[in-house]
């Protein structure tokens, strides 16, 4: 386990955070955004299991794998609450193209 | 020993609840609230008042206080502390007094009767927590509490622009909290103290250093005095008044201004000496500016609920004035002088809601010569107003009294300005008397009715307490006197 | 009545002093250790009562003219409305009158004091539907709390010197009482602080002269006629004015008054005596005649008083409450019976109302000095008095010269008020023809004319004599008479009868003598009925001077403040208004905004903070 080190799996979660954002902030389509928060959301929860592994104290790393698992639940949770949303919105207007949901404009 | 303050504080918490719930009943339910709560509190001031007598048993400490452990930090011990001193039990006996007075004066209100009469105990509730919390949490908590009965008292029942009042008095007296919460916090957090029990807040804090203390107090007195209200941050307030309904305009002035008198004494003089020495040219330039602006202002006023708004910014100076020369008598004559002004405000607004609905109006030079026609409320006009001027014989005669020696012992001939603007004080309530009630009638129309007895029960009570206290303060002194505060034997 | 007689011949058969139980009004106990006050030893404010020589005078004062006036209210009254209110307020003058002379102590005077003033203001405006009553009333209010405001300040003066001061705890300690067992209470003590002192007598004579009318706070007193005559009749004799000559009295006898203070008392009484008699001249009003010549009598008193005769101008306030009450009820009787007060409408009224004409010359004789009358005993001892002092204070000459002038103004204008009203036809057939009073109004007129006669011979009882001797500054009792007294007296009498005959000379034919428009008389009629001005000065200064100010600061609290405020929530509104525009309801927009705030924070905690730290060393 120590072999590995952190600063690749830091890149490795920074990358995914990088590609899910770039996702938010370019992707119309509900659904595809929803895959990005995805991706973005797995960086941070890989970032909580590195940090546990590499606590100097081991019964506080247990803590970050803990907060990973419900992190997951979750993100299972948010993806169902997101696709009730792009159904509901699918409903209502036909699309699910998020560039046309612009209600909330002040 | 019975926790009497919890009890008192259950029982008027349990009134107002039930007023709330009450419908049609309300004012029946907030009348025996009302009732019990003076009962309860006529039964701890007599249990406290040695009068008469040079030596008056003094209570050593805070008398009445309990304490529970309500929230606790690896860091920080919050309780439920409350009790009673002095000062505070005469601002609880005000509340006690006006709460019953507002009741029975608005006994005919048609308008949601429950929500009303519910807002008026709720606002009591809030002003009595104020009065007696010991512990900054609990503090602010009620101190807030007042503030949202007090919006819906405002916004919801009288005047025109009633909800632009409401807004501003909301938004200037919460701007106020918030920066006065920032200054206990930091106060507390600065101290080190580990509890935000009062005892424990003002034994750490007067260890700060003098610059520390100079800022903290500015933010607490920023706080405080938007309250009271000083000038240049007054404006709120005769808008308040002139768009509330008579209840709200009653509990406004005779408690909600008390609140910044009490919570200076309390939380910020006490609290942070040194820090309050530095900053008295601040709280002297403050009084001062009040005093004169209040009542030159008031000489212009057509408005009478305005004009005695306006007189209520003098008064309060007084008060602001006696509280910064940092003396017994001056705190004495600082505590006197609420009271004094609560219970003769409270007349005057209750007069002035009776005068708007008997005549339609309240431009005093659109009325004239009323006193023929409605001798109670002329009667009343009066006795409000030679009250308000500091006459003998009732109550803001002591009160101002030892305001101005102190003010003279304390700062010279600098006694100079309050004490002329007590002419022009005279000469704003004088002419109005003549305006309004003496000359031939004008604008009185044919066939209207005295003052209804619901009215004149509740202003009649004010009267009474007035020249009760004018003519023997020294049940009120002697109790003050025995407070632990500095400069009082209490101590 | 019969308790202050009472009370006053038990003080004539035993002077001195008697105190009774006193209750303490509002204690301040002493403060702990380590927190020194401007009394370190607490303070004490009592309400007690104190029967002296100079209380008990002014005992017989209120409570004799106080029922006289009562007695004749009955019937000058009957018609009125809103007697239980004349009544009860009358009562409440008496008795706050009646406190204010039984006071133990300063606060406990002005306690009273603002009492004394509160009812003269509802008396002054019983008639308050009429605008000029109402007017009148306020007016006096407020000129006389300008005087209380002054008065205040003096009190204050006087705690402040004095408060440690005493024996035991000292003054303030023990309730600021006048006297204590039977010494004055501050007697033995070392005066203090000498500037202190001259100021706290200015304010003290500012009190008084704002009750007693002293020049320039003499403006209420003529206006206060709009009250009814019996009110006029009882300010002017026994109650309001007389308290500010009492003020005077009391504080010489206790607290006693500075060389400054004192030359001060004597130049406002002689400058008041004299200018109050020059306005009396012109006036055509019965009522503010009297009320002239009061203002000019209480000159007399005040000047009395500070050149150090006390109880002499005590007494010439006795003599004068009886001949001035006798005075105005005489006019009330008159104003009573043909329903006008304006002199130049009467005429005649001789040989109707004998009773009353025969009254008023009483009352007019003793007014101007004429022996055996009462006013001629006290004036004269007071002016002899005043006389003795010149030589060691040759500063009082001019105010006693202007004081001896007045003697022949007085005789002047009194009977020219006489003749106008009473001599001669009646010359406007429109009025009532007048006929006496019932018994209600006849009698006190009757005592009082009786009162008025004798009254300045009380001096020579043994009783009254002893009163007025056990009193403080009791130079000049019982008067003496040696060759200057007796030249100064005949030149008094000679000044006030040659006063009577020009009188007599311009009007006793009761006919108009027609002022010539152009001549120099005229203007000085104007600027006499004017007042000098000063009542235009003083309504300018109230109307448009203050007035002025107070609509300014409203503007300026309206429109500048308020306007500061509603400025602030513009500015917030614009502000708002422009970061609405940010939000456009589109998520990847608001993403962006997430990023680009992450970014910041990001910033922050790399770039920045470890630049500041490194700057200026962590913590």
Excluded at chain 2, 286 to 313: C, H, N, P
Excluded at chain 2, 316 to 343: E, R, T
Excluded at chain 3, 447 to 457: C, E
Excluded at chain 3, 521 to 527: D, E, I, L, Q, S
């Amino acid at each position: 386990m120590t072999a590995l080190p952190l600063g690749g799996f830091l890149a490795l979660s920074s990358a995914l955070l990088g590609v899910g954002l770039f996702g938010i902030l370019t992707r119309r389509n509900f659904v595809l955004l929803l895959i990005a928060i995805e991706i973005a959301m797995n960086a941070a929860i890989l970032n909580f299991v590195y940090f546990a592994a590499f606590a100097p104290v081991p019964a506080l790393g247990l803590t970050g794998q803990e907060i990973a698992v419900v992190l997951i639940g979750f993100a299972a949770t948010e993806v169902a609450v997101g696709l009730a949303i792009v159904l509901a919105l699918h409903r209502l207007r036909g699309s699910i193209n998020v560039a046309q949901a612009t209600d909330l404009n002040g | 020993m019975l926790p009497l303050v919890p009890i008192v504080l259950a029982s008027l918490l349990a009134g107002t609840v039930a007023t709330f719930l009450a419908g049609r009943w309300a004012r029946w339910v907030a009348l025996a609230t009302s009732a019990v709560f003076l009962a309860e509190v006529g039964g701890m001031f007599l249990s406290y008042s040695g009068w008469p007598g040079y030596n008056a048993q003094s209570v050593p400490g805070f008398a009445e206080s309990v304490s529970y452990p309500w929230i606790r930090l690896p860091w920080m011990q919050v309780n439920f502390t409350v009790g009673v001193d002095g000062i505070s039990l005469v601002l609880i006996l005000l509340t006690a007094i006006l709460q019953i007075a507002t009741v029975v004066y608005s006994w005919k209100e048609t308008k949601n009767p429950a929500a009303y009469f519910g807002l008026v105990s709720l606002t009591c509730l809030g002003s009595f927590g104020v009065f007696v919390a010991l512990d900054v949490l609990l503090f602010f908590l009620f101190w807030e509490a007042v503030l949202v009965p007090m919006f819906f008292l405002i916004g919801v029942w009288r005047g025109p622009r009633r909800r632009y009042a409401a807004l501003k008095f909301f938004v200037y007296t919460h701007v106020a909290s918030i920066v006065m919460l920032v200054g206990l916090l930091a106060t507390v957090f600065y101290s080190g103290a580990t509890s935000l029990d009062f005892s424990a807040v003002a034994a750490a804090a007067p260890g700060l250093s003098p610059v520390v203390q100079t800022f903290l107090f500015l933010a607490l007195f920023f706080g405080f005095a938007v309250k009271f209200p000083i000038v240049p941050f007054h404006t709120w307030l005769p808008d308040a008044h002139v768009e509330a309904p008579t209840g709200g305009s009653v509990l406004l002035a005779g408690l909600l201004l008390k609140l910044g008198g009490y919570g200076l004494i309390r939380w910020a003089v006490e609290v942070l000496p040194a820090g309050f020495l530095h900053d008295r040219p601040i709280v002297f330039a403050a009084a001062f500016v009040s005093i004169a602006w209040g009542s030159v202002v008031s000489l212009a006023q057509r408005d009478l609920k305005r004009m005695v708004a306006f007189s209520s910014i003098n008064h309060m100076g007084i008060v602001l004035l006696a509280i910064g020369l940092d003396s017994s008598l001056g705190l004495l004559a600082a505590v006197l002088l609420m009271f004094a002004h609560g219970i003769v405000s409270a007349l005057l607004f209750m007069s002035a809601g009776t005068v708007h609905h008997t005549f339609g109006t309240r431009d005093i030079p659109a009325i004239g010569g009323i006193t023929p026609a409605t001798p109670a409320l002329a009667t009343m006009i009066m006795a409000g107003a030679l009250a308000s001027l500091g006459l003998p014989a009732l109550i803001g005669f002591p009160a101002e009294f030892t305001a101005l020696l102190a003010t003279w012992n304390g700062l010279g001939y600098l006694v100079l300005l309050p004490l002329g603007i007590l002419v022009v004080t005279a000469a704003f309530y004088i002419w109005m008397m003549q305006r309004m009630l003496f000359g031939p009638p004008r604008g009185v129309p044919l066939g209207i009715h005295d003052v209804p007895w619901w009215e004149g029960v509740g202003m009649g009570l004010l009267v009474a307490v007035t020249v009760l206290f004018g003519i023997l303060p020294g049940l009120l002194v002697n109790v003050i006197t025995s407070s632990p505060v500095k400069g009082f034997p209490g101590t | 009545m019969a308790v202050g007689v009472l009370i006053a011949l038990g003080e004539s058969l035993s002077p001195g002093t008697y105190t009774d139980v006193r209750f303490t009004w509002l204690h301040l106990p002493a403060p702990p250790p380590g927190h020194p006050g401007a009394f370190p030893n607490g303070f004490s404010l009592v309400m007690g009562t104190l029967v002296d020589p100079l209380s008990a005078l002014m005992l017989v004062v209120v409570t004799v003219v106080g029922f006289l006036v009562m007695l004749y209210s009955i019937e000058y009254m009957r018609k009125e409305r809103g007697l239980p209110r004349y009544y009860a307020e009358l009562s409440l003058f008496l008795a706050a009158m009646n406190g204010l002379v039984l006071a133990d102590n300063l606060l406990e005077f002005f306690l009273f004091w603002e009492l004394v003033g509160l009812c003269s203001y509802f008396l002054i405006g019983f008639h308050y539907e009429r605008p000029a009553a109402a007017s009148a009333a306020k007016e006096a209010f407020l000129v006389t709390r300008v005087g209380d405001v002054m008065f205040l300040l003096g009190i204050f003066l006087y705690f402040a010197v004095y408060g440690a001061k005493g024996p035991g705890l000292g003054w303030a300690a023990s309730g600021f009482l006048f006297v204590q067992g039977n010494h004055a209470f501050l007697a033995g003590v070392p005066a203090g602080n000498p500037t202190l002192l001259t100021v706290a007598g200015i304010m003290i004579l500012g009190g008084a002269a704002g009750k007693s009318a002293q020049f320039p706070l003499d403006v209420w007193l003529p206006d206060a006629m709009e009250g009814p005559t019996t009110v006029s009749a009882l300010i002017h004799a026994a109650t309001m004015v007389a308290a500010g000559v009492y003020l005077l009295a009391v504080t010489s006898v206790f607290l006693g008054f500075t060389a400054f203070d004192s030359l001060l008392i004597v130049a406002l009484g002689g400058i008041t005596t004299f200018f109050a008699a020059t306005m009396a001249v012109v006036q055509p009003d019965i009522k503010r005649v009297i009320a002239y010549s009061t203002i000019s009598q209480l000159g007399y008193m005040v000047l009395a008083v500070g050149a150090g005769f006390t109880m002499v101008g005590l007494y010439h306030l006795f003599t004068h409450a009886f001949f001035k009450a006798l005075l105005f009820l005489a006019a009330g009787a008159v104003i009573h019976a043909v329903g006008t007060q304006d002199l130049f409408r009467m005429g005649g009224l001789r040989k109707r109302m004998p009773l009353t004409a025969a009254a008023f010359a009483i009352g007019g004789l003793a007014l101007a000095g004429i022996p055996p009358f009462a006013g001629f005993w006290s004036k004269d001892d007071l002016l002899a008095g005043v006389y003795s002092t010149l030589g060691s204070h040759p500063a009082y000459w001019p105010f006693f010269l202007l004081a001896f002038a007045t003697v022949f103004l007085t005789g002047y204008y009194i009977f020219r008020a006489w003749f106008l009203a009473f001599s001669g036809e009646p010359r406007d057939p429109s009025l009532h023809a007048g006929h006496e009073g019932p018994w209600e109004m006849t009698v006190p007129l009757v005592i009082l004319s009786a009162l008025a006669v004798v009254a300045g011979l009380f001096v020579y009882l043994p009783g009254f004599q002893a009163l007025l001797l056990h009193g403080g500054g009791v130079a000049g009792i019982p008067p003496v008479y040696g060759t200057t007294q007796l030249l100064l007296s005949a030149v008094g009498v000679s000044l006030a009868g040659g006063g009577i005959l020009v009188a007599w000379a311009l009007w006793g034919s009761g006919r108009i003598v027609p002022t010539p428009s152009a001549a120099p008389a005229a203007g000085m009629r104007r600027v006499l009925l004017a007042r000098y001005g000063i009542k235009s000065a003083y309504d300018w200064l109230g109307a448009t001077g203050v007035y002025t100010v107070a609509r300014a600061a409203d503007f300026f609290d309206r429109f500048v403040i308020d306007g500061a405020v509603h400025g602030f929530e513009r500015a917030f509104g614009d502000l708002s208004e422009r970061m609405r525009r940010i939000q456009t309801g589109l998520v990847s927009d608001y993403a962006s905004y997430v990023v680009g705030g992450l970014l910041v924070v990001a910033a922050l905690l790399l770039v920045v903070a470890p630049y500041l730290v490194g700057r200026f060393g962590g913590g």
